[in-house]
């Protein structure tokens, strides 16, 4: 074919292949109820990672009524589904979050926790009404949806309990971009520095890698009036902790940002006894895989230096469940913007900061290229401004069909890119 590809046939190319604006947001307004519905059911019944088990089973029943393949459970109470749509296209992944939070609720709300001490203080019953509901908006467009569209539906974004493999590393671990395989990924995390409406974007790192260690400083226990006779491990932990903020002031550029926090320390068990032993955990928050790596050498010749300038021994252990940094393909992100624009508007728009907070969706953009939106929540005028993982968080639940129409728009778009002037 050696047709001249005019402007106007780009625009008319580019329309066929564009998501139906319209549609899509007729049917997500039309559905607002029942996302509600269905946000606030699993808002009532929270469970913790790897334990989704209601949660899993709930959304597993809905994709199959919605006629997609299922795939359940997938990394323990997790959930695979696959709608096929009838024209050809890419392979495109949508991902929801399914775990709550060891927080005991305290908003006075119908749809209260009923489970004591846990709570959705994190917006994942949110994400997994939205996406259930991009599930069924597209599903019902089927004949026209150009490519195939895998819902992964994911526990333990938390981190599963002690001892036990989950969160987004089992998911793929089973397969989860493997069949069909997924050529691009998308996800987005309720936030409250947005008000409901906004939505917020970043080229690059959009949270920050998450790594937990421990350091064990080795002493040895005496009486309390006889230091010398023994080995103090608690002045030389002071010490470390003071070292170990100098690797993050002192020894790496300002420009990158990184947090090091240790939140616990545990040594000694009386005033008058030397401690055999002090313990203690902290994290790692970095934007960079490169800072990442060279803060780990760097605590780890801190930890040395320090425990033998006192002749005690030490040692650091970091767990083998960190994350990287959450980085947004540029590519993909670019050519994102405009669909977030025809949505939410160009002024809702924004880009936006990292946090340094972090996520596992991470572990899928490492893997194909990805985009994890912010979406704001915040609606002072309803007194809704809690920040994440606190006993008062909740939403402005008009994100929910905002939420649908977000996800929808960025899966067509990116299923069937329109196509690029030819030369
Ligand atoms: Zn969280
Ligand atoms: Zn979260």
Partial sequence: MTMTMTPALLVALAAST??????????????????????????????????????????????????????????????????????????????????????????????????????????????TAIVLGTAEVLSKMKDRLPGTVVFLFQPAEEGPPEGEEGGALLMIKEGALDDPKVQAIFGLHTDPFLNVGQVGWAVGPIFASSDTFTIEVQGKTTHGAYPDTGLDPIPVASEMVEALQLVVSRQTNAQNPKVLTIGQIHGGNRFNIIADKVVMQGTVRTLDEAVRKDIKERMARTVKGVAEAHGTTATLRYEDDGNPATMNDEALTRASVPSLERVCGKANVLEVKPQMGAEDFALFAERVPGLYVKMGIRNEARGIVAKMHTPDWDIDESVLPLGVRTLSTLVWDSLAPPPRARR
């Fill in 18 to 127: 564009a998501a139906p604006d319209a549609e899509i947001k007729a049917a997500a307004e039309r559905m607002a109820p029942a996302l509600v519905e269905i946000r606030r059911d699993i808002h009532k019944h929270p469970e913790l990672g790897n334990r989704e088990v209601r949660t899993g089973k709930l959304v597993a029943d809905r994709l199959r009524a919605l006629g997609l393949e299922v795939r359940y459970p997938v990394a323990r109470t997790g959930v695979l589904g696959v709608l096929r749509g009838a024209k050809p296209g890419r392979v495109v992944a949508v991902r929801a979050d399914l775990d709550a939070l060891p927080i005991q609720e305290v908003n006075d709300v119908p749809y209260k926790s009923e489970v004591p001490g846990v709570k959705h203080a994190c917006g994942h019953d949110a994400h």
